[in-house]
């Protein structure tokens, strides 16, 4: 089966991503093809837009997506139906000692998958150009290249939500759910999973963005009792307090980790930290800024320079510990339909930290993202 479908090409890195007519061949007996309703844009995909993850071009980006099943493979028949409602992950293996031990974030084989790949059968590409060279176009990023109106999708990056939840939702509602794959369950896993922030307890969160936003909001869910937002955008501190920050900061500079402590003296500083920014100097003042036994979390990927000074002493005696995650240690079909409930609840409310573009406004949606306008673009099919 051939699909011609509108898509996000990235060219070469450094450039701005162009709307172009591909064809996709598929789905293969272990995918399934999805028609997108949205897609959210992440920091990962600026990254690799920016070329600070090499790999080769013309490819589509896209890895935060909600939409409806339209063809399934032939190894998938019993587990889907067309129509059922998805939201779009990573992917994973499945067999290997991380797969099976709930740490699918770990998959031995996460870099090959999640990485663009050729999508080639028999030497021919499975997506290509809609133009009479029919060049080829790399995909399968994240699983799913989802910056399309139709995706490939590998089996274990979908999470049939009308399967685990019941549900029919409403489009633009299921549009709202784009960023729970990876930008929403990266920052409810790290406070649930990774850290393990507990009722009554401190937490710091440096970068306000949309990872950031959720820590704050799965911190208020179990209730720790001082949650502070860090951050440089004035609007995102604001947005912060209305989520369940109880203090914001804008950044303080020099004095950033001691005006931390300060707000939470009863363990000589935080009991948990997430650096959601990746970068050096904001992570050193996380680590500096915890309490006794706290536990600071790197999420951001750093652009540049990815080393850090630390106090190993200071470490040792306050019984401190520095670790970091990727996707919040998730196991996306158990957080992913608990996230669904918790939105329908009202309790995460991810709407307030998204604003909707049509896809063809991609870089403008980039544009406002990387000034800090908007927190979370999802763009829409
Ligand atoms: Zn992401
Ligand atoms: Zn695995």
């Known amino acids: 089966m051939e699909t011609v479908t509108d ?5 070469n890195f ?8 591909v064809v996709a061949k598929g789905p293969a007996p272990d995918e399934v093809l999805v028609e997108i309703a949205a897609t959210g844009i992440c920091h990962s995909d600026l990254l690799c837009m920016s070329g600070n993850l090499p790999f080769p071009t013309p490819t589509i980006l896209g890895h935060e ?3 409806t099943v339209a063809a399934v493979g032939t190894g998938l028949l019993g587990s889907y139906s067309v129509g059922d409602q998805v939201i779009l992950t990573f992917d994973s293996c499945g067999d290997c000692n991380s797969c099976k031990t709930d740490h699918p974030a770990y998959c031995h084989d996460f870099t090959s998958r999640n990485a663009p790949s050729d999508l080639s059968d ?3 590409p499975r997506l290509h150009m809609a133009t009479p060279d029919a060049s080829p176009v790399w995909g399968k990023f994240f699983g799913q290249s989802s910056f399309a109106r139709y995706a490939l999708v590998s089996s274990r990056s979908i999470i049939n939500i009308t399967a ?5 939702l409403p489009r633009e509602e299921l549009q709202y759910l784009a960023p729970l794959g990876c930008g929403v369950q990266t920052g409810f896993g790290s406070v649930m999973n990774s850290l393990g922030v507990t009722a009554g307890s401190s937490l710091a969160v440096f970068g306000a963005g949309a990872v950031g936003l959720s820590a704050i ?18 609007s995102r501190l604001a947005l912060a307090k209305e989520l369940g920050a109880t203090h914001v900061l804008l950044n303080s500079g020099t004095t950033l980790a001691q005006d931390v402590k300060d707000i939470a003296p009863v363990d000589r500083g935080v009991r948990f930290a997430i650096d959601t920014t990746g970068v050096s100097s904001v992570i050193e003042a996380m680590v500096q800024s915890l309490g006794l036994m706290g536990k600071a979390l790197s ?5 540049a320079n990815p080393e850090l000074k630390i106090d190993i002493n200071q470490m040792i005696m306050s019984g401190q510990s520095y670790l970091g995650c990727i996707e919040g240690d998730s196991v996306p079909d158990k957080i992913i339909p608990r996230l669904v409930e918790e939105y329908r609840n009202g309790r995460l409310p991810v709407d307030k930290m998204a604003r909707m573009y049509p896809y063809t406004e991609c870089n403008r949606a980039i544009a406002d993202m990387r000034s800090g306008k908007t927190v979370k673009p999802i763009l829409v099919w």
Do not use: P, T
């Not at 898509?7 to 060219?11: D, F, I, Q, S």
């Not at 685990?164 to 029919?168: D, K």
């Not at 999420?299 to 652009?303: E, I, K, L, N, S």
């Open 7 to 11: 898509a996000l090409v990235m060219r």
């Open 14 to 21: 450094g450039e701005d991503l162009r709307v172009e007519r």
């Open 65 to 67: 997506a909600a939409g």
């Open 122 to 124: 028999d030497g021919k």
């Open 164 to 168: 685990s939840c019941g549900l029919a």
């Open 217 to 234: 909001m799965a911190a208020k869910a179990v209730g720790a009792s001082i949650i502070i937002a860090i951050d440089l955008v004035e």
């Open 299 to 303: 999420v951001g990927m750093a652009y």
